[in-house]
């Protein structure tokens, strides 16, 4: 079973609708949530960390939040630039191997 | 300009041939690590250091070899015991206090 599920598996939009994009994960002592952005073809860019329920990031038109159970990547008035694809991963407290799970991102593509 | 550098961007190799994939990191970050990644299937750790001449199988190791001797490298090699070699391959160097994860530009490897 996977312990990091992101939704949706890809989202098309067009400029300027915002939305927002799903990580959850179904473990207990996090220790950590990271965001990246990975172009085609490209290593993932490192975005956002969050490490408490409550907690918000925001970076131009992102912005990331956390809950027990969730974050959400929120993105306002996307532009063409911005589609890529969006990876989260989970850090454990005491976390076994190298204690960081992926998901599998969600394909954005922001048509003009 | 820190950074992670990974060369070649693009490799071909013939069936049976080794191949060693470098890594270089100018962070000054203890802890290193390779993924694959292959379309729908997310990122795979191969292998990760934590520390200079010291290194741990990650999920699927098989097939692959690295060594540690520098803090600075993490060089991977592709022997021709891995049975699907062809995938995009990333190293990524840990910041431990902040515990996030960044990445280099990858290498494509093509064997055929």
């Known amino acids: 079973e996977d312990q990091v599920t992101q939704s949706p598996e890809a989202l098309r939009l067009q400029e300027g609708e915002s939305s927002s994009l799903n990580c959850s994960y179904t473990v207990s002592g996090l220790r950590g949530l990271f965001w990246y952005r990975q172009d085609p073809g490209k290593g993932p860019e490192f975005l956002f960390t969050?490490?408490?329920a409550g907690e918000e990031k925001e970076k131009e038109r992102l912005k990331a939040t956390l809950t027990k159970k969730e974050s959400f990547l929120h993105i306002t008035a996307p532009k063409p630039e911005d589609s890529a694809t969006y990876l989260c991963?989970?850090?454990?407290?005491?976390?076994?191997?190298?204690?960081?799970?992926f998901g599998k991102g969600t394909h954005l593509i922001i048509q003009p | 300009d820190g950074g992670i550098t990974q060369s070649p961007k693009y490799l071909f190799r013939k069936e049976g041939q080794n191949v060693t994939l470098s890594c270089e990191q100018n962070l000054n970050h203890d802890a290193m690590y390779w993924y694959r990644q292959d379309p729908g299937q997310g990122l795979r750790l191969i292998y990760y250091s934590q520390i200079v001449n010291d290194f741990q199988k990650g999920d699927i190791a098989e097939g692959y070899s690295v060594s540690r001797e520098k803090k600075e490298s993490f060089p991977l090699t592709v022997t021709s015991a891995q049975k699907n070699p062809t995938a995009f391959y990333l190293c990524a160097s840990e910041n431990r206090g902040s515990g996030t994860r960044y990445f280099g530009p990858g290498t494509r490897l093509t064997v055929t």
């Open positions: 969050l490490y408490s």
């Open positions: 991963a989970v850090q454990l407290v005491g976390g076994g191997a190298d204690g960081l799970t």
